[in-house]
Structures are given as structure tokens and as C-alpha cells.
């Protein structure tokens, strides 16, 4: 696999050099990240934009993420809020939840990179992505997002050598969804939750290494987390307690990667 690496790379950077111009879809995470690095690296910078959807199911910490990375590589990030033309299409937050968001996300985003001067707009998805079930790729391929990991031949440890290749350090933020996969379908999506998980993932969101979801239960709020960051949770869990506490749920501590355990409060 080592020896493939090189071709891989020269393979991806053929595939951005074709591109006249290119609006990557950043979401903060290290896959569309890698790719937004590999595109400025692999072209002009001028001829790359950074563009992202803005709504209550991204965590502020990769708003922050965002802005951060888009000034190390003199890119202004686009921020285009979509909430409204979503909420009332994701309330009822049904098994298509995936499918009709990323639609919406699209369906703003497509044309006005368009607009900006894009000629293609391209995200982060890789080969491994297309072995999930993942209802956003339907909507993809249908407002025609490219996919140049795919076209490349790239699953994620690729991905990942590519960072470290651009200087990327392997201590970064952990792979990571978007909020709205905290609730489980069928329960109301609604801002006033997303921010209540988004508040409790917070104190341990920067810091953690392994996988980490606040995930929504009847009365409960489950803390997933990996064995890597059992002291971190353990540190931050009076203040997690606290949070939940004032919106009159408890909190549960499961070990994802381990024997389970729990606490109540």
C-alpha cells in the first residue's frame, strides 16, 4: 500500500490540475480539509474557494476550525446560512434525513460557487465512504458534486498520509459527523436540541482523539467516547452533568471501544 501512496497522490494532483477552478465543500473535518490543502497546493490559489453550509448542525468549534484553516492558506471562507430553507424539511427528522439535507445544502451551495467562479465543486468523500450507508452520495451525485478522492483511487489511511505529507499533524480533531446524527429519526429536530448537544460536546471537543458523539436519549443524554479519552471525560463530566442537567435530562457514559459504563446524575 506504502509503495502505491505516490501514485495516488500524483493521481490526484492530475485530477485537481484539470479542474479550471474549483469550490471544495469544507466541512472543518480532515477529509475535506486534506482536499482544500491539496487544491491550493496543486493550483493557484486564487482559482480555489473554500465553501461551507451554516447552519445549527455545525458545531462552533469547527466554525472556529474553518476560519483558522482558510487563513494558514490566504482563502476567505464562504459561510452561506441554509438553515431556514432546511429546518422545515429536516423537523420531522425521517429515515431520508440525510438524503433531503444534503439536497438543500447543495442546492444552495452548487450555484452560488458557481456564481463565485467555480467551475467544479468537489468534497471530501473517499472510496471507504462509498462501502457505507450514506444517503447524502445520491444527493451528491445528483447536483453533480465531484468526488476527487474517488477519482483518484483514495480511502481514508490514504487521505490521512496525504495530511501528513502537507505538514498535517496526526493530533487533530477526530473524524466527526454533523449534529443532527446525535438524534435518532423520528425524534423532532429542532435548534434548541442541537444547540443542547452541541453545548454538552463542548468542554471535550477540542481535546479529544478518539470518537466522540452526545448522543440523544429519552430523558438521557449518552456520552460515546473511547478509551484514549476516559480521563478527559472524566474530568469534564461535572460540567457535562450541569449542561444537561438544566434542560432536565441526566447523562450516561458509554465506552465505545471497551467494557460499557455508565453513570446517571
Given at each position: ?82 438553515w431556514r430553507k432546511m429546518e422545515p424539511l429536516l423537523r ?15 442546492g444552495v451551495l452548487f450555484p452560488e460557487a458557481l456564481a ?150
Open positions: 500500500m506504502k509503495g502505491s501512496r505516490p501514485s495516488l497522490k500524483s493521481s490526484l494532483n492530475s485530477i485537481l490540475g484539470e479542474y479550471r477552478s474549483l469550490a471544495v465543500l469544507f466541512s472543518g473535518g480532515r477529509d475535506s480539509e486534506v482536499l482544500l490543502r491539496a487544491a491550493v497546493s496543486s493550483s493557484d490559489p486564487g482559482s480555489v474557494l473554500s465553501i461551507t453550509a451554516d447552519s445549527p448542525l455545525l458545531a462552533d468549534f469547527y466554525r472556529r476550525r474553518i476560519r483558522q484553516v482558510c487563513g494558514e492558506l490566504g482563502l476567505v471562507p464562504a459561510m452561506l446560512p441554509v420531522k427528522n425521517g429515515t431520508e434525513r440525510c438524503y433531503v439535507c444534503r439536497k438543500t445544502v447543495y463565485r467562479g467555480a467551475g467544479t465543486v468537489a468534497d471530501g468523500t473517499t472510496v471507504d465512504d462509498l462501502e457505507e450507508r450514506r444517503p447524502g452520495l445520491r444527493a451528491a451525485e445528483e447536483e453533480h458534486i465531484m468526488h476527487p478522492f474517488v477519482l483518484a483511487g483514495m480511502g481514508r489511511s490514504d487521505v490521512i498520509e496525504l495530511g501528513r505529507s502537507m505538514g498535517m499533524r496526526d493530533d487533530g480533531p477526530p473524524p466527526d459527523s454533523c449534529l443532527a446524527t446525535r438524534i435518532p429519526e423520528g425524534m423532532e429536530l429542532t435548534r434548541e436540541l442541537l444547540r443542547l448537544v452541541e453545548s454538552v460536546e463542548a468542554p471535550l471537543r477540542p481535546i479529544v482523539r478518539g470518537r466522540f458523539r452526545v448522543r440523544v436519549m429519552p430523558g438521557i443524554l449518552r456520552v460515546e467516547y473511547q478509551t484514549v479519552d476516559g480521563e478527559k471525560v472524566l474530568s469534564c463530566l461535572r460540567e457535562m452533568e450541569t449542561t444537561a442537567g438544566r434542560a432536565g435530562m441526566g447523562i450516561e457514559t458509554v465506552l465505545t471501544d471497551g467494557q460499557s459504563s455508565s453513570r446517571y446524575r
